[in-house]
């Protein structure tokens, strides 16, 4: 039986994560400004089906693997702050262009949308820090099976980032609209993207928080 305050924990964090700008957002932005909501929704798919990896790995206790090797876990956020550093350039570079800028991108087939949906979400820093490290803090041994606590943990997180992906895939076309007829608004959407991202990776590199077995 979960904690009301485990629930709302994870909610929260979940929430604040998909708020955030991160490689998920700029894809399914992307890529529905590009081809569609279809497409945006397919991708999002896709994302959905990464997670459906991590919960299944954070069920199987691959926590534990990070608490007892703790290099592995080390190196994973180091590569990730260092991919959203990357990010965070791109964003602001000279020449950079804004994820909601009109941009010509080929026309993916369906298959290929889930999949990229489903590698982005794979490779994206935050939610394996957020499945390695947070959901587990939430998981209390005295009130049963601690891999239906991660399970029922990680479809809390996963409910809370579908709804709100949803809702920006179903509103990117038409705030890209919007931005696009204001230059000054879409070059400060940029910058302060590139600040969210550059921020987040300073944060999860400096971040002592360390994988507790699940």
């Given at each position: 039986m979960l904690q009301t305050t485990a629930i709302l924990g994870v909610a929260a964090a979940a929430l604040g994560m998909v708020l955030t700008p991160g490689p998920n957002m700029m894809y399914l932005v992307s890529r529905t400004v590009a081809q569609g909501r279809r497409a945006g929704l397919i991708s999002l798919a896709g994302v959905a089906a990464g997670f459906g990896v991590y919960l299944l790995a954070a069920a199987v206790g691959i926590t534990a693997v990070f608490a007892v090797v703790p290099g592995l876990y080390l190196g994973l956020k180091l590569a990730g702050a260092g991919y959203l550093l990357w990010l965070a350039w791109q964003a602001v570079r000279p020449g950079g262009t804004s994820v909601f800028a009109p941009v010509e991108l080929p026309v993916d087939p369906a298959r290929r949308l889930f999949t990229m949906g489903f590698v982005t979400n794979l490779l994206n820093p935050k939610i394996a820090i957020m499945y390695m490290a947070l959901i587990p803090q939430f998981v209390d041994p005295?009130?049963?099976?601690?891999?239906?606590?991660?399970?029922?943990?990680?479809?809390?997180?996963?409910a809370v980032a579908l709804a709100v992906n949803a809702l920006i895939v179903l509103g990117a076309a038409g705030l890209a609209s919007f931005l696009t007829?204001?230059?000054?608004?879409l070059r400060t959407q940029r910058y302060l993207m590139g600040t969210a991202l550059g921020t987040i990776a300073i944060l999860l590199a400096t971040d002592r928080t360390r994988p507790a077995p699940a």
């Open positions: 005295g009130r049963g099976a601690l891999w239906l606590q991660s399970l029922s943990l990680g479809a809390v997180q996963i007829a204001r230059p000054l608004w």
